[in-house]
């Protein structure tokens, strides 16, 4: 895990789910993920936006041209738990595809305009968008 991670991760469990910390406020969760090689859990802070009853998850690695580890983790292991502002919550995640996933990215992007400069940094890769749904 990389440092900034770890500083992110010790402030969310530290105020109770917000991050002054590049500006996050409220909208991060924690993902905690079971490694798709490895079987062990990992923790990783992503933004989220809440979307009625569930959370989108953008899968951006801030614009780099390959899906963060996370992304695959949640592809074979889609029950995973989230520590939210509220408490922790169980939750399944899908991938969004087409108009969906188009609508969700939309969302992001209105509320941090920067995803847009990781959509064109990325190139030909789509970022890919999880609704995450509690069980």
Do not use: C
């Not at 989108?56 to 292991?77: F, I, R, T």
């Amino acid at each position: 895990m990389t440092s900034f991670n770890a500083q992110i991760i010790q402030e969310f469990r530290g105020n109770g789910g917000h991050v002054e910390t590049a500006g996050f406020g409220d909208k991060l969760v924690l993902l905690r993920t079971i490694g798709a090689r490895t079987g062990e859990e990992r923790v990783t802070p992503t933004m989220a936006l809440r979307d009625e009853d569930s959370w989108l998850v953008y899968a951006s690695k801030a614009g780099a041209p390959d899906n963060p580890a996370w992304y695959y983790n949640l592809v074979e292991n889609p029950d995973i738990t989230i520590e939210t502002p509220q408490g922790d919550v169980e939750v399944t995640a899908s991938e969004l595809h087409g108009d969906e996933r188009d609508a969700a990215w939309d969302q992001v992007v209105a509320v941090a305009s920067g995803f847009a400069d990781y959509q064109v940094k990325a190139g030909d890769r789509v970022i890919p968008v999880f609704r995450l749904t509690p069980r």
